[in-house]
């Protein structure tokens, strides 16, 4: 599947809905992934005290310094459901899940 497809009801209908059951639970309270081609979408929520202490805002400008390397990252849901998708190919080496962890922590 390519990296774009993971949208794609027709081509992907669970979409990312890979359980993930490493991830550091003092950071997330859930996640999931889904891997393509070219590497691994994820979509991972964090807990309420990260979310409380971290709010994320892309438009402030440390905040948009800070995630500017992860690649299509998307926070939208942040807010309201601490949801963080983003798409982590496979020859990255710094933007990955756990950096994001480290970020958060």
């Not at 962890?101 to 922590?105: F, G, R, Y």
């Given at each position: ?13 669970d979409?990312i ?21 070219e ?26 310094e800070?995630f ?18 983003f ?13 994001l ?5």
């Open positions: 599947m390519k990296k774009e497809d993971v949208f794609n009801e027709e081509i992907n209908p979409g809905s890979e359980e993930v059951l490493t991830l550091n639970n003092i950071v997330f309270d859930r996640g999931y992934c889904c891997e393509t081609d590497g691994t979408w994820w979509e991972v929520y964090v807990t309420d005290k990260i979310k409380k202490g971290y709010p994320i805002n892309l438009s402030d400008e440390d905040h948009k800070t500017k390397g992860f690649h299509d990252l998307m926070v939208d849901h942040y807010e309201s459901d601490g949801q963080i998708t798409f982590e190919p496979y020859e990255e080496e710094v933007y990955t899940i756990n950096e962890t480290e970020i958060l922590i």
